[in-house]
């Protein structure tokens, strides 16, 4: 009884997950970035652009772009811009030969969040120098998780749920088959 009892919460809570990650389907997916990603470089590109298979939703502190160099300090020069499908973040002239890092969380067409990255390796050292702090502070001062609230429930919600719904129809179904042993 008790077994059986689990195994339909169980196949609840797996159908619930299923039926929320449906969507993620829908997130919008890149399809093409200037520089590509693992591109090799002899001078540093003025901008990252990034385009995706869908439009982008703009909004301040929506979309973030950082470009971390291989000290993990900040090279982009201002928020991401977004035309249609395509998100462009100016970059300063780079420094330090090696690789570079692109970190970007952009709110997909559908509401949700995508966070994805890519690297490119500058060849020769630029005469560049990073993104001051202060400077960095004005453009990027939007926490990068705020969009969260405003952009569709984030899929741990969905497995915090599931795994809760599972956790309480678990409980449920020992009490009620204790009862019934009870009686
Ligand atoms: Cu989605």
Known sequence: MIRRRITAVAVLAGLAFAGSATPALAHNSLVDSN????????????????????????????????????QGDHWESGPPQVSGNVVTAPVRPLGPAGTYQVNYRILSADGHPV????????????????????????????PAQ??????????????????????????????????????
């Not at 693992?38 to 298979?53: C, R």
């Not at 966070?115 to 939007?142: R, V």
């Not at 952009?151 to 009620?176: D, Q």
């Open 115 to 142: 966070s994805a990255g890519l690297k490119f390796t500058l060849s020769k050292a630029g005469n560049g120098t990073p993104t001051p702090p202060d400077e960095l502070a004005k453009f990027s001062s939007a």
């Open 146 to 183: 705020s969009s969260d609230s405003g952009g569709g429930i984030p899929t741990w919600v969905w497995i915090v749920g599931a795994v809760l719904l599972l956790g309480v129809g678990i409980v449920f179904a020992m009490r009620m088959g204790g009862k019934e042993e009870d009686a």
């Open 35 to 70: 520089p590509k990603d693992a591109a090799t470089l002899d001078a540093g590109p003025q901008t990252v652009q990034l385009t995706f298979d869908q439009p982008v939703q703009d909004g301040e502190g929506a979309n973030t772009l950082a470009v971390l160099g291989p």
